[in-house]
T-cell receptor
Framework: AQTVTQSQPEMSVQEAETVTLSCTYDTSESDYYLFWYKQPPSRQMILVIRQEAYKQQNATENRFSVNFQKAAKSFSLKISDSQLGDAAMYFCAYRSPGLNYGGSQGNLIFGKGTKLSVKP | DTEVTQTPKHLVMGMTNKKSLKCEQHMGHRAMYWYKQKAKKPPELMFVYSYEKLSINESVPSRFSPECPNSSLLNLHLHALQPEDSALYLC?????????????????FGAGSRLTVL
């Protein structure tokens, strides 16, 4: 079974600085998908970034980028120029390639989350 | 419309009550999901509907009864719940694509319904 580990329960960053959130995973599959979701106090889970395992190029979305190390099974999230609105719980998630329509093989497996605080 | 709307936002119920949570999306997504999230924990999958048919039930107790009356609506009927069922219930939806690529499909989540069982 696949597992996702986030070893940092809490992180803090100064506004405008850069912070990196760690995520490691365990899988025997060669193809899969990795996600970072953000959950602010408003409770809604918001997709931050997605990475396909078969792509060697690291995904980037504006101030958010990942460092995907497939051999090390590591998928860290870097937030540059941190803003107050970035304060939230961040979840790393793994998803197998689907074999059926919406089947369990495609279920999102979440890590325990990292709570990010941004100091003004 | 790029939203998943959940109602009510908050619900307090007794252990003998019957209530329902509602989820709606108009993005044309044909997969819909219920997740349960306890405080300071990640979401846990409960049910998946694909093309309005229940495809996944993660061994959820029968006091939770899902229903997908059409492609835009997903309900979760609650009956005889226990205090430990108090949690945030998240609904999500996604497109459905065949075979290998469905894992890439992004889930769009609602803001959740906060349930308290007294």
């Amino acid at each position: 079974a696949q597992t996702v580990t986030q070893s940092q329960p809490e992180m803090s960053v100064q506004e405008a600085e850069t912070v990196t959130l760690s995520c490691t995973y365990d899988t025997s599959e060669s193809d899969y998908y990795l996600f970072w979701y953000k959950q602010p106090p408003s409770r809604q889970m918001i997709l931050v970034i997605r990475q396909e395992a078969y792509k060697q190029q690291n995904a980037t979305e504006n101030r958010f980028s990942v460092n995907f190390q497939k051999a090390a099974k590591s998928f860290s999230l870097k937030i540059s120029d941190s803003q107050l609105g970035d304060a939230a719980m961040y979840f790393c998630a793994y998803r197998s390639p689907g074999l059926n329509y919406g089947g369990s093989q495609g279920n999102l497996i979440f890590g325990k989350g990292t709570k990010l605080s941004v100091k003004p | 419309d790029t939203e998943v709307t959940q109602t009510p936002k908050h619900l307090v119920m007794g252990m003998t009550n019957k209530k329902s949570l509602k989820c709606e999306q108009h993005m044309g997504h044909r997969a819909m999901y219920w997740y349960k999230q306890k405080a300071k924990k990640p979401p846990e999958l409960m049910f998946v509907y694909s093309y309005e048919k229940l495809s996944i039930n993660e061994s959820v107790p029968s006091r939770f009864s899902p229903e997908c009356p059409n492609s835009s609506l997903l309900n979760l009927h609650l009956h005889a719940l226990q205090p430990e069922d108090s949690a945030l219930y998240l609904c999500a939806s996604s497109i459905v694509s065949p075979g290998h690529n469905s894992g890439a499909n992004v889930l769009t989540f609602g803001a959740g319904s906060r349930l308290t069982v007294l």
